[in-house]
């Protein structure tokens, strides 16, 4: 599936579901990410891969249903800090 056919799927999810209940999911998948790199750390078998695809997935919907630009800038600019840090 190429961006633009995610993009629409994203959209129509969103409008499906509405906009909390796709956040409500994402804070869901979320925690099981979380959970997930909590198990591999402790050297418990995980399904790490699996908590990253829905979360990656969860945070392009989120991106849709907020300022994408405003997310860009601030991700740009904690960017150029870290490589500053890294450089320091």
Do not use: F, H, P, W
Request: glycine content about 4%; charged content about 40%.
């Amino acid at each position: 599936m190429n961006k633009e056919e995610r993009i629409k799927l994203y959209r129509q999810v969103i409008g499906n579901y509405g906009e909390a209940a796709q956040q409500i999911v994402a804070m869901e998948e979320c925690s099981e990410l979380i959970q997930a790199i909590s198990k591999k750390l402790r050297g418990r078998e995980t399904n790490l891969e699996e908590e990253i695809a829905d979360v990656e997935i969860m945070l392009e919907q989120l991106k849709l249903m907020s300022n994408e630009s405003l997310i860009e800038e601030i991700k740009e600019s904690k960017l150029q800090r870290l490589e500053k840090r890294l450089n320091e």
